[in-house]
């Protein structure tokens, strides 16, 4: 009977989070602009950057430009940080040298585990992982949880759900980690069998927005299951034209590095991905989507 | 064409319903459920505490070798990380020099590790996983010899949760790796092939 109550609530509350997700689709906003306000969290995107070649250079040089007008806090880092080799040069070559400006001012970067770091990379003090491969941090009015999709094991699971419950409603839940579940890529596509065990968490305990990298392309899928998806895997990395645009892509960017910027503000999350010639290729606005975590 | 609007939205409504109700059953179960018999589940479980016991004797000789290094903390220092890697990995190959093939993953617990991968492969969960270990990047040609650090800014293959799920559960020090068809069990500390099943991955 409690069984049939409990089954017929979770159908209820995915049904409305897929009709609020569809009517509070992102807003494309004609004339975007940041609100900056005084207590809004603001942040840098980056995945699968950690080459060591110019074009990631020249994209970690267009994001420390845009700090100038958008002075964001942090910066996420959704795996791959360091390709090719652990040894001190490779740190020095495709992390030190490449964000020292940020570095130098202090901005703080928090990394999850792509398929190319060596997992002892969680004691890297500048990735902030606490020696840990999972981990959870909170900013401002948003919680982030840190997972490592490399191996999603039952212990990370019991872990990301006690974690995902204790935290208010209120607040905003983003993940992020490495292989994205959702992903028009031709070269991974999407991470079914991580999705099958870990979505339903994701939706029963109202995460809000997605970040992944893997595929390197940008991608922003349309809301699944009330959930908002971003794939940011060409910080560094690119295959060009690589991107298969299917019935889940809402905007895609396969031809140039990118980087996003993020702010949220109270209930909504502002967003901007840019080229690493500066262009503007995708931005808007995400209201915080009214979900209630499923008892 | 208000009809239209209001059958193209009624439309969309009970296509989200049904895509909602389907998925949401799916997931949910596929959380609970292990796709391996109950009887299977008996049949395996000897060879499964076998392997179990020779992880935890594994775990017992890292903990006694890595004690006589300085801890590694948290450092801005990268070379200190590799160094402490290193040093590690030389003292368990020393402590365990003549490890072989098959100390871990004894012949009885290899039987019960394929007889797992195959019925989750025959089950619903199959497609899924074969498409997990599909997924990952091209992997150089590389010889994976026990007692040997795996190879240097080689990339992993995730290993499919739904293996996971059913695999025998492994102490922190040690963790499942898939290199091509070969399953491993790897010092994540140490960056070591404790050992190696060759070809039982399909």
């Given amino acids: ?295 | 064409m208000t009809k239209k609007f209001y059958r193209t939205g009624l439309t969309f409504l009970f296509c989200t319903a049904a895509i909602a109700s389907g998925c949401g059953r799916k997931t949910s179960s596929v959380q609970q459920q292990n796709p391996i018999p109950a009887e299977q589940q008996n049949a395996d479980a000897a060879g499964f505490k076998e392997f179990s016991d020779r992880v935890n004797d594994y775990v017992k000789l890292h903990k006694s070798q890595e004690v006589l290094l300085p801890k590694l903390k948290q450092t801005e220092l990268p070379e200190m990380i590799a160094a402490h890697q290193v040093a590690l990995e030389r003292k368990i190959r020393e402590a365990r020099a003549n490890a072989k093939v098959g100390d871990i993953f004894t012949p009885a617990a290899v039987k019960s590790f394929q007889d797992v991968i195959e019925s989750t492969m025959q089950s619903a969960h199959g497609p899924n996983v074969d498409a997990t270990l599909k997924q990952a990047a091209p992997l150089p040609k590389m010889s994976i010899t026990v007692n040997e650090p795996y190879p240097d800014g080689v990339p992993y293959t995730s290993v499919p949760p739904t293996l996971l799920l059913i695999f025998p559960k492994l102490p922190d020090e040690v963790v499942y790796r898939v290199v091509l068809h070969d399953l491993l069990l790897l010092d994540l500390k140490a960056n070591l092939v404790v050992d190696v099943i060759p070809g039982i991955i399909p």
């Fill in chain 1, 1 to 295: 009977m409690r069984a049939k109550y409990i089954q017929r609530r979770a159908f209820l509350a995915i049904v409305c989070s897929i009709i609020f997700g569809a009517a509070f689709s992102v807003l494309a906003a004609q004339d975007f602009k940041f609100p900056l306000t005084q207590d809004s969290v603001r942040f840098a995107v980056i995945g699968d950057m950690g080459t060591g070649d110019a074009a990631q250079y020249q994209t970690a040089q267009k994001m420390i430009d845009s700090r100038v007008g958008f002075p964001y806090d942090f910066v996420i880092m959704l795996g791959d940080n360091i390709y090719g080799g652990s040894k001190s040069k490779d740190f020095e070559q495709k992390f030190q040298v490449p964000y020292k400006p940020l570095l130098d001012a202090g901005v703080p970067f928090y990394a999850c585990l792509g398929n190319h770091d060596n997992p002892n990379e969680r004691q890297y003090k500048p990735f902030n992982m606490g020696g840990e491969s999972y981990y959870t941090y909170k900013k401002g009015n948003v919680r982030f949880f840190v997972l490592d999709s490399n191996y999603m094991d039952p212990k990370q699971l019991a872990w990301l759900e006690s974690q995902l419950k204790s935290s208010p409603a209120s607040d905003w839940k983003i993940c992020y980690f490495h292989h994205p579940l959702y992903s028009s890529g031709r070269f991974h596509g999407p991470a079914t069998d991580v999705r099958q065990v870990l979505e339903p968490l994701l939706i029963k305990y109202g995460v809000n927005v997605v970040f992944s990298g893997h595929e390197h392309v940008y991608e922003r899928v349309h809301p699944q299951h009330g959930i908002y998806y971003f794939t940011e895997g060409s910080s560094g990395e690119l295959r060009p034209n690589n991107l298969n645009k299917t019935a889940v892509t809402d905007k895609g960017f396969d031809t140039d590095r990118t980087f996003m910027l993020v702010e949220i503000a109270a209930d909504k999350m502002y967003f901007q991905t840019l080229s690493r010639a500066g262009a503007v290729i995708d931005s808007g606005i995400i209201p915080k989507q009214p979900r209630t975590p499923i008892q």
